[in-house]
């Protein structure tokens, strides 16, 4: 009896039918093997995670837009200073250039009040003349080169005082004349580009006394 089942068990699997039985549960078993586990914890980052990600390299971004706009506003700031630096010293030599250069103004100045006018008005002295002549055009010469580089004679007469251009030396009553006007002009000031680098030295009319 046994020889028999165990011979039926046999034949089963050397059937077609039993043998085809037999490949296909093998291959079922390799496919299973084969196929990845699908897991919930390997779908990638969610819906959150991506959320704080964006929100993360947002807030990176517009700290470093901040830090680079500080950084160009620091940089201008430096190049400003620089600049205003550069000019500062530049004037200031100039200034310094310019002073001497009125010293010889007022020489000349000097020299052409000096001379009689009868002596060159009528002729007198032609040799003279021509020396006034000379020294006039110098001065005239002089000046425009000042005018054409900024620096101006301020010649204050009649006008009413300014102490950020004229040094007041005393001051005297003058008839028809209102007080804090200038009225005589002891030394010609100089300003340059409009800023004073030398005060007209001056007499200022005062209130009459009563």
Do not use: M, W
Not at 122 to 128: A, C, D, M, T
């Amino acid at each position: 009896g046994n020889s028999r089942n165990l011979d039926g068990r046999i034949s089963f699997f050397l059937t077609p039918g039993g043998r085809k039985t037999l490949t296909t549960a093998t291959e079922e078993k390799t496919t299973s093997e084969n196929t990845p586990k699908t897991d919930a914890s390997d779908s990638g980052p969610n819906i959150e995670e991506l959320s704080k990600q964006i929100q993360s390299l947002t807030e990176e971004k517009t700290s470093l837009e901040d830090k680079y706009k500080r950084a160009l506003a620091e940089a201008e700031n430096v190049r400003r200073i620089k600049t205003a630096e550069v000019e500062k010293a530049k004037n200031f030599a100039i200034q310094g250039f310019c002073k001497d250069l009125i010293e010889v103004a007022d020489t000349l100045n000097k020299a052409t009040e000096c001379v009689p006018q009868e002596e060159i008005s009528e002729n007198r002295n032609p040799h003279l003349k021509n020396l006034y002549d000379g020294l006039v055009l110098t001065e005239n010469i002089l000046q425009k080169v000042f005018k054409k580089h900024g620096l101006a004679q301020c010649n204050p007469i009649d006008e009413t005082f300014d102490p950020n251009f004229h040094e007041a030396l005393f001051q005297q009553e003058v008839e028809g004349r209102p007080p804090n006007v200038v009225v005589v002009v002891s030394k010609i000031g100089y300003t340059l580009n409009g800023r004073c680098i030398r005060p007209a030295l001056v007499a200022v009319s005062k209130q009459k006394s009563t």
